[in-house]
């Protein structure tokens, strides 16, 4: 499992990419990234609970409750459009640095 | 079951009280009981599940920063207060030059008053240097 410091940088794009897909909860995020990166990357609670409450207070995202699970309603998060517009922007900016660093470190 | 809660309830007692806090504290604890029963589904035995979610819950910092970062921050007002106490004293100041120089013009007694009211700049430049 890798667990540096490039992926941390860009969690907030990855979790918002997720939930601008569509409407998610909590675990149901942290399971999707195992799966898409073949559990390679995991992504720890404690910090997908921070990034939430990131997002959230830059108004990137919004939550509700949705059906009743587990004895309690689940928080879904969704994206809002200023979240749309923030995450176009971080694409951006990503695919300038892979440039970047594409020019030194690939063959 | 009762183990993951009593965890999260261990880790989330460093964070001060508040709304915000009780609400992500339960999303947590319903998120990872849903991983519990997920991991236990794919053949672990409870013990080991509960296990591996306490383990991967990763470090409560985050969390802590992200929630203690709600709180207003102490704005830093030393500026205010030197720019303050520079223009008060010289306001005063004046008004004893005026005073002085106005009704006794031939007992120079202004600087006393003076060197009084000039300790309230020099300890706000001091605050303000500090804070800097």
């Not at chain 1, 410091?5 to 999707?32: Q, T």
């Not at chain 2, 102490?74 to 303050?84: D, E, I, R």
């Not at chain 2, 005026?98 to 009084?116: K, M, R």
Request: proline share 2%.
């Amino acid at each position: 499992m890798i667990n540096s410091d490039i992926i941390r940088g860009h969690l907030d794009s990855i979790i918002l990419r997720l939930i601008m897909e569509k409407d998610r909860y909590g675990y149901e995020i942290s399971k999707e990234i195992g799966l898409r990166t073949k559990d390679q990357f995991q992504i720890k609670e404690a910090t997908l609970y921070a990034v939430f409450q990131r997002l959230e207070k830059k108004e990137l995202i919004k939550s509700y409750f949705g059906d009743v699970t587990y004895g309690a309603k689940r928080r879904y998060y969704c994206i809002t459009s200023l979240g749309k517009a923030y995450y176009k922007e971080q694409l951006e900016e990503w695919r300038m640095i892979k440039e970047v660093i594409d020019i030194f470190m690939e063959e | 079951m009762k183990k993951i809660r009593e965890y999260i309830d261990e880790m989330f007692i460093e964070i001060p009280g508040s709304e915000q806090k009780e609400v992500v504290k339960e999303e947590v604890i319903q998120n990872l009981e849903e991983k519990v029963d997920d991991l236990i589904q794919q053949g672990k035995a409870e013990e080991d599940a509960i296990n591996k979610a306490i383990v991967d819950f990763g470090s409560i910092d985050d969390i802590k920063k992200e929630l203690m970062g709600r709180q207003p921050i102490k704005k830093n007002t030393t500026g205010l207060h030197l720019g303050f106490s520079i223009w008060g004293s010289a306001l005063i100041i004046a008004l004893c030059l005026f005073a002085n120089f106005y009704y006794t013009p031939y007992i120079i007694w202004f600087v006393y008053p003076t060197f009084g009211v000039l300790w309230w700049p020099l300890a706000m430049f001091f605050r303000w240097l500090k804070h800097k």
